[in-house]
């Protein structure tokens, strides 16, 4: 069982917690996590570029001229795609669907084995309390250069009614906080440091745990 030292606001060293194995201690596949990844980013994709096709364009269907006997070619359409102004053919269209499909339990393991290696690189921090009484980006500030993360990219996760630490955060570049039921896979990867209030940290041990 992995153990991890606890930090309190000011930078000293408390203690040791010890880290739950199913979540912290999980052997890395990266296959795994490339493929939890490929599918977080397909289903968080907006499909916006549409086109109209020959039904959607606005105008008349009215015949352009009669289908015999004017020596031009025949049309049945103003719509038509070889008609200026006319649909498009096989162009993209919001109905485009993009969504992977992946199992909850594949994705929770890739979850697991993103913080495992946190834990392995020391790149996992837990502070005992974070809680600011006017949210002063000055208190976050001053509390995160105490820290092994200071200067670095950084994903805070607090506990889901702690609001000081966002309102904190909202000026410090390469910080960003999560409340710990929104912790994700693509954040992790991103961030290179992670600090967990300690009530976050046992919030996502029983929330997680498989």
């Known amino acids: 069982m992995a153990s991890v030292k606890i ?3 000011e930078g000293k060293e ?3 917690m010890d880290l739950e194995a199913s979540l912290f201690g999980v052997t890395i596949n990266q296959a795994v996590v490339h493929e939890a990844m490929v599918a977080h980013t397909a289903n968080a994709r907006a499909v916006l570029a549409h086109t109209k096709d020959r039904s959607e364009v606005a105008g008349s269907h009215i015949k352009p001229w009669k289908q015999k006997g004017t020596g031009r070619a025949r049309h049945g359409s103003k719509q038509s795609p070889i008609w200026r102004g006319g649909g498009i053919t096989f162009g993209p269209t919001t109905l485009r ?3 992977v499909k992946i199992n909850k339990k594949t994705k929770r393991k890739a979850l697991a084995m993103v913080l495992s290696d946190k834990v392995n690189n020391d790149r996992l921090i837990i502070v005992d309390d974070m809680k600011f009484a006017e949210g002063k ?3 976050l500030t001053k509390t995160l250069a105490g820290l092994p993360c200071a200067g670095k990219k950084t994903m805070v996760v607090v506990e889901m009614d702690n609001r000081s630490v966002g309102l904190a ?7 960003e906080v999560f409340p710990v039921n929104t912790l994700n896979l693509l954040a992790l990867l991103r961030l290179e440091y992670v600090v967990f209030t ?3 940290l046992e919030a996502a041990m029983s929330m997680f745990k498989r």
Do not use: E, H, I
Not at 169 to 175: D, L, Q
């Open 7 to 9: 930090f309190n606001v």
């Open 14 to 16: 408390l203690g040791q």
């Open 97 to 99: 669907n993009f969504a």
């Open 137 to 139: 980006t000055k208190d």
């Open 169 to 175: 955060a909202r000026n410090v570049p390469n910080v």
């Open 198 to 200: 300690k009530a976050a």
